[in-house]
């Protein structure tokens, strides 16, 4: 973004906070991108420090998948500007509520069709007959052949299923159970009504599909977001907004190509499919452009560590998110405090029977037990070893250690946790609290942990 753009964009943010700059005490959200998260695009809000963002969030992956109109592979909700955030900020978020709402879904493992995109399935599709990039379409039928081009009516689904399944949720969302085909073709037919899917969306549901390569599979529900942060700095791709997506852009021959370095700059790797951004945690993002620009989407039902299958249970949702405003605090991407049952056992603080045996030992060897607590700091890359590396650099920068300080205290105070394969994971360990005190991180670890 150009200092002009910038400019712009922060004069924008101010007019719409009011003439005392303090935001909305909450802002709602029903309205999406068309998948480019743009820094040069208006925001909602802004909400001030310390407000709520409230949102229904629309499927991610499949669905937008097969809607080549959706550009970035999601399809999640527009940014809402934080007043008062400033590049070099960081925003804070504490996950309060994440609800499904949808009563069934669809997923599996893809198949890319040839002929039918520019590059990347997820970004560029393109209609295998007419040629028209982008398009619109129409939906004839049920199946892997009903997404039709609106232009010419060529089958225009970038994605077909490898092996898929449907699955239908219990009322109280607890449990889902993959159904059979007469099943799955009768969702299929209310495909909507079963995604419950918002207004404003433009995806074509997944439902419709009708997969069925699993039966009788029972899944425990437990749901969170895919897609949570801030607005990259340059326009990206929504789910190309992390390392291991975002190097598909590098010299890609569509319009949204970047170089390396420009990914690097730019990403703020909102896309993170990490099961532990579940309800109760707290997300803290970086701010690459004015008014920092949350956004969400790509809730999950449940999922795996690794989401090896390449997809989950996508579903519709409501969120509920507060914000609080971290002042210079200049990180280059995410750090996640998970609830506690998330954390691996060696990460979790310490009992009171614990520390009592730790402080004998230590006074036996005239010397004192180090006040510590936990964090979990992301790393993303083409592939895990690079994501590793970048976790590592990042907490090193972060806490103002050594990488081989922070990868001995990762082995024997926390571990390296794939969140998504090829290339998310969490750098978790217990950090000193003096360090995470000079960061201004430490209320938010004591409100996480109850640390003293």
């Known amino acids: 973004m150009t200092l002009d753009l910038q400019a712009e964009h922060v004069d924008a943010v101010e007019k719409r906070a009011g003439s005392n700059g303090l935001g909305h ?17 208006p925001m909602l809000g802004p909400v001030r420090d310390g407000g709520h963002i409230v949102a229904n ?15 970035g592979g999601h399809e999640v909700t527009k940014p809402v500007a934080v007043a008062g955030a400033e590049i070099g900020d960081a925003i804070a978020i ?12 669809a997923s599996g493992n893809d198949v890319m069709m040839n002929g039918r995109f520019l590059g990347d399935p997820y970004v560029a599709g393109k209609c295998p007959e007419c040629g028209t990039l982008y398009p619109k379409t129409v939906v004839k039928g049920i199946g892997e052949t009903a997404v039709r081009c609106a232009n010419c009516g060529a089958d225009a689904a970038p994605f077909n299923f490898a092996n898929g399944y449907t699955i239908a949720f219990d009322g109280n969302r607890v449990v889902g159970v993959t159904l059979p085909q007469d099943a799955a073709e009768e969702i299929a037919h209310q495909a909507k009504k079963f995604a419950a899917l918002p207004e404003k969306s433009i995806q074509n549901p997944i439902l419709i599909f009708a997969p069925h390569h699993l039966v009788g599979l029972v899944a425990r529900l437990r749901p969170f977001m895919g897609q949570l942060g801030t607005t990259p700095s340059h326009p990206i791709p929504d789910s190309h907004n992390a390392g291991d997506f975002g190097s598909f852009l590098i010299g890609a021959p569509h319009e949204y190509a ?63 998110l507060q914000v609080h405003l971290l002042k210079g605090l200049n990180i280059d991407g995410p750090i996640l405090l998970p609830v506690l049952e998330d954390l691996p056992f060696l990460a979790r603080p310490l009992t009171a029977a614990e520390r009592e045996k730790a ?45 081989p300080e922070v990868k001995n205290r990762a082995t024997i105070t926390g571990g390296i946790e794939i969140g998504r394969h090829p290339g998310v994971v969490q750098v978790t360990f217990r950090a000193p609290l003096d360090r995470l005190a000079k960061r201004g991180l430490l209320p938010f670890v004591r409100d996480q942990y109850g640390v003293d």
């Open 25 to 41: 005490e909450t802002v709602f959200v029903d309205e999406f991108i068309d998948g480019i998260l743009d820094p040069n695009k």
């Open 359 to 403: 402080e004998a030992v230590a006074a036996a060897w005239n010397t004192e037990v180090e006040e510590s607590a936990p964090i979990s700091v992301i790393g993303t890359g083409p592939d895990l070893n690079t994501a590793t590396d970048n976790g590592l650099a990042r907490a090193a920068k972060l806490l103002e250690m050594t990488v």
């Open 57 to 71: 969030t629309a499927p991610g992956c499949w669905g937008p998948m097969i809607t080549p109109e959706i550009r």
């Open 94 to 105: 504490r996950i309060k509520d994440i609800t499904v709402t949808s009563l069934a879904t």
């Open 258 to 320: 970047l170089t390396a370095e420009q990914l690097t700059q730019h990403r703020t790797d909102g896309h993170l499919d990490i099961d532990a951004v579940r309800a109760g945690a707290i997300l803290i993002c970086p701010v690459k452009t004015p008014g920092g620009g949350i956004y969400m989407g790509d809730m999950h039902a449940l999922q795996g560590d690794g989401e090896i299958a390449g997809h989950t249970c996508d579903v519709s949702g409501t969120v509920t």
